[in-house]
T-cell receptor, first 113, second 114 residues
Framework: GDSVTQMEGPVTLSEEAFLTINCTYT??????LFWYVQYPGEGLQLLLK?????DKGSNKGFEATYRKETTSFHLEKGSVQVSDSAVYFC????????????FGGGTRLMVKP | DTAVSQTPKYLVTQMGNDKSIKCEQN?????MYWYKQDSKKFLKIMFS???????INETVPNRFSPKSPDKAHLNLHINSLELGDSAVYFC?????????????FGPGTRLTVT
């Protein structure tokens, strides 16, 4: 079955540091890939997505590139802010009934001033 | 206006009780979902409901039953609550039943079973 693996947290960085959160996946076919973010006490929000190989998703300074050859979709940001502190989820959607998402375990990011 | 809303936000109840969580979306989406998030933040799909078609996740106990009175609502009823049901439950919706995968989440309902 489909699965998503992402690095365990927490990831603790100082403000303006470079961020990488690794994500790899296993899926049949050609899934779409996503990063969702969950701020404290809130539901998940879509951060960015990529629907085919070599696509780059970007939003709010975050980027991730769909790498079919390495089955990866790593999240990066050049300069994090305290307000980026949240839990980040990598996810995939296969061409299945119901459009269900398979999530990774989440990575907590803590950014210190 | 809130796109996906859930009630209640917090729910504390005793083992063996029956409870419901309500979800409403005003986005005109065709598909709605229920997810369970455990204490370690692991998020797992429970159900997907596309128009009148319910897709049941086979790992979900039959004590959990989704009910959809119309396209904008998907409620979750839980019978005979157990300690292990304690979690945050998220409702979500999406505009497509295809591959877009983009889902809009509600704020969550924190269920505590004592």
């Amino acid at each position: 079955g489909d699965s998503v693996t992402q690095m365990e947290g927490p990831v603790t960085l100082s403000e303006e540091a470079f961020l990488t959160i690794n994500c790899t996946y296993t899926a049949t076919g050609y899934p779409s890939l996503f990063w969702y973010v969950q701020y404290p006490g809130e539901g998940l929000q879509l951060l960015l997505k990529a629907t085919k190989a070599d696509d780059k998703g970007s939003n709010k300074g975050f980027e991730a590139t769909y790498r079919k050859e390495t089955t990866s979709f790593h999240l990066e940001k050049g300069s994090v802010q305290v307000s980026d502190s949240a839990v980040y989820f990598c996810a995939l959607s296969d061409n299945n009934a119901g459009n269900m998402l398979t999530f990774g375990g989440g990575t907590r990011l803590m950014v210190k001033p | 206006d809130t796109a996906v809303s859930q009630t209640p936000k917090y729910l504390v109840t005793q083992m063996g009780n029956d409870k419901s969580i309500k979800c409403e979306q005003n986005l005109g989406h065709d598909t709605m979902y229920w997810y369970k998030q455990d204490s370690k933040k692991f998020l797992k799909i429970m159900f997907s409901y596309n128009n009148k078609e319910l897709i049941i996740n086979e790992t979900v106990p039959n004590r959990f039953s989704p009910k959809s009175p119309d396209k904008a609502h998907l409620n979750l009823h839980i019978n005979s609550l157990e300690l292990g049901d304690s979690a945050v439950y998220f409702c979500a919706s999406s505009p497509h039943s295809g591959r877009s995968g983009e889902q809009y989440f509600g704020p969550g309902t924190r269920l505590t079973v004592t």
